[in-house]
Every structure is written in C-alpha cells, then in structure tokens.
Antibody, heavy 115, light 111 residues
Framework: QVQLQQWGTGLLKASETLSLTCAVY????????WSWIRQPPGKGLEWIGEINDSGSTNYNPSLKSRVSISGDTSKSQFSLKLTSLTAADTAVYYC?????????WGQGTLVTVSS | QSALTQPPSASGSPGQSVTVSCTGT?????????VSWYQQHPGKAPKLMIY???KRPSGVPDRFSGSKSGNTASLTVSGLQAEDEGDYYC???????????FGTGTRVTVL
C-alpha cells in the first residue's frame, strides 16, 4: 500500500519561504507525477503543481512565479518551496500522487503565515 | 483557470439519493474524460471516490456513481448512509496545459 508522509515548518512570517517535503513509501516513485495541493481554512482545494521522476514540472499559473517543486528519486521524496508568503498562503498543504486524479494523499500540514 | 462550479450544499434522508453537479467549460470538464470526485471529512485528507468520470477505485461502494454530459459532471450517491455526510469536490485534469482544477465544493448532509 502506497503511503505518503509529509513534514515541514508550520509557522512562518510574511515574506518568508515555505518549505515542505513528502516521502513515498510502499510503492514506486518512478512512473508517476507527484503533486502539492493546498486548502485554506474553511475553503476549497487548490492544485499547486507537480513533478515526475525525471524532474519535469507543471505549475498552477496563479502561483508559478513563487513556486518551486523538486524531487529526489534516490530517496523517493519531493519538496515544495513557496516564496514571498502572505497571510493568504495560510492553508493545509497536502502531497499526493497524480495521474489525472489523486489516489494517494499525505496527512496534510497546516502552515500558518503571520503578519 | 477558474474553479469548477458546484452547489454549496445538498442533502437527503437515509436511503435516498443525492446528486452533486460540477460545471466547467469545454476546456476542462467538457474537453476530457478526466473528471474525478473526492470525499472529505473534517480534519482528514480527501479520499478519491470516482475517477475518469465514472470509474470507482477499489473499496469504494457501488452506491457512488459518476457521469458527464457536456460541460457538467455529476456524482450520485444512492442509498444515503450517515457516513456519506461530508464535503465533496470534483476535479478536472486539463491535458492541453498539464494542470488540474478543483470544484468549489459541496457539503452533503444526511438528514
């Protein structure tokens, strides 16, 4: 059974950079895309972007200028960096395996941006 | 890319059926058979219920079904049970741009 475990800093200040990492267990890292998705408190889901095992990335155009997703195939891990944070970036951030749909999800990490 | 449009709420009594709509455009929902549906309970990660418009992952009850007509996709839950209560989100993969868009979400209440 594929499991995704994520971690990262939960409390940040405005203008700082968010950094989260997700590790994949119990399944192959190769052959799939791996996504980051976020959900502000009480609101809906927003896709941030994805990376595959070859390092090819796709980003949400609305966040593209501030987002970077990287991967480490040797560790079956991928990471998210989001720069120039504002209060609007406060959300639960999820990692997920993407293949035109999201079957496996991480547990979520609440990131709070204070001003 | 704009969020797909879902009704804010839907409800039904135990044993009844409820249908949730998801409206997009010809560039997303209408252009591809890549609509998926997710159930989310409070404080939990979303769970995939339907993928590629009408396919069910292993373990999802056959009470859940999906369909699409034009630019609108639908999720139907038949024989409503208390545990079906939660938030439901649709999503569409947009192949031309390699990106995903989610719906605005629908809270389903079992009366």
């Amino acid at each position: 059974q594929v499991q995704l475990q994520q971690w990262g800093t939960g409390l940040l200040k405005a203008s700082e950079t968010l950094s989260l990492t997700c590790a994949v267990y119990g399944g192959s890292f190769r052959g799939y895309y791996w996504s980051w998705i976020r959900q502000p408190p009480g609101k809906g889901l927003e896709w941030i972007g994805e990376i595959n095992d070859s390092g090819s990335t796709n980003y949400n155009p609305s966040l593209k200028s501030r987002v970077s997703i990287s991967g480490d195939t040797s560790k079956s891990q991928f990471s998210l960096k989001l720069t120039s944070l504002t209060a609007a970036d406060t959300a639960v951030y999820y990692c997920a395996r993407s293949r035109t749909y999201f079957l496996y999800w991480g547990q979520g990490t609440l990131v709070t941006v204070s001003s | 890319q704009s969020a797909l449009t879902q009704p804010p709420s839907a409800s039904g009594s135990p044993g009844q059926s409820v249908t949730v709509s998801c409206t997009g455009t010809g560039s997303d929902v209408g252009g591809y058979n890549y609509v998926s549906w997710y159930q989310q309970h409070p404080g939990k990660a979303p769970k995939l219920m339907i993928y590629e418009v009408s396919k069910r992952p292993s373990g999802v009850p056959d009470r859940f079904s999906g369909s699409k007509s034009g630019n609108t996709a639908s999720l139907t839950v038949s024989g409503l049970q208390a545990e079906d209560e939660g938030d439901y989100y649709c999503s569409s993969y947009i192949g031309s741009n390699n990106l995903y868009v989610f719906g605005t979400g629908t809270r389903v209440t079992v009366l």
